[in-house]
């Protein structure tokens, strides 16, 4: 299994512009997540989806955006970028919350730059 | 919401020594999990411990739930050990939805 993969690694955007950043797992998770990462600093939650079809807020969701059409793929959209979004961009995924084996597994990042 | 503090938050070590890092936590939880992120940013899942023991190689870890806290134990520290070693909860509050809550780190250096 590949696990959680993220695309891209690496981005600069300029201010106002848009990008998608791409998730996918392999685990047959139900939920799926995005956190963002600012220097020195812990995880932050984005939103989350429960299953395809099913999407919420987080702690931080002012300008993303995100849908699940999919159990494998969680797509995050930044919509006029800005320096406030400069980030490192975690994706994860966990089978449900009731379960005994509630493990969270994280993509490798997307290191974003809003210049 | 729930609240998840570390200690120490820095910590400097010579290579070989052993080391103790805590995380408390405010709430009851039915998930804690323990990572290492490398200096690359790269997050490595450590432990899945919301109760007991467990132990890997030189690592191991203890929560206690009914306390709220949970110890990280490093033994015969490398140099490779170097990093933020995160603790993370998540609980059954507002839904079922396993959201996690980091805390802000613990960074660890390990000299040769």
């Known amino acids: 299994n590949a696990g959680v993969t993220q695309t891209p690694k690496f981005r600069i955007l300029k201010i106002g512009q848009s990008m998608t950043l791409q998730c996918t797992q392999d685990m047959n998770h139900n939920y799926m997540y995005w956190y963002r990462q600012d220097p020195g600093m812990g995880l932050k939650l984005i939103y989350y989806?429960?299953?395809?079809?099913?999407?919420d807020k987080g702690e931080v969701p002012n300008g993303y955006n995100v849908s699940r059409s999919t159990t494998e793929d969680f797509p995050l959209r930044l919509e006029l970028a800005a320096p406030s979004q400069t980030s490192v961009y975690f994706c994860?995924?966990?089978?449900?919350?009731?379960?005994?084996?509630?493990?969270?597994?994280f993509g490798p990042g997307t290191r974003l730059t809003v210049l | 919401g729930i609240q998840v503090e570390q200690s120490p938050p820095d910590l400097i070590l010579q290579e070989g020594a052993n080391s103790t890092l805590r995380c408390n936590f405010s709430d009851s939880v039915n998930n804690l999990q323990w990572f290492h992120q490398n200096p690359w940013g790269q997050l490595i899942n450590l432990f899945y411990i919301p109760s007991g023991t467990k132990q890997n190689g030189r690592l191991s870890a203890t929560t206690v739930a009914t306390e709220r806290y949970s110890l990280l134990y490093i033994s015969s520290s490398q140099t490779t050990d170097s990093g933020v070693y995160f603790c993370a909860v998540g609980g059954l509050y507002g839904g079922a939805t396993n959201k996690l809550i980091f805390g802000t780190g613990t960074l660890l250096a390990v000299q040769p």
């Open positions: 989806s429960v299953g395809a079809g099913i999407t």
């Open positions: 994860a995924s966990s089978y449900p919350s009731g379960r005994v084996d509630n493990e969270q597994f």
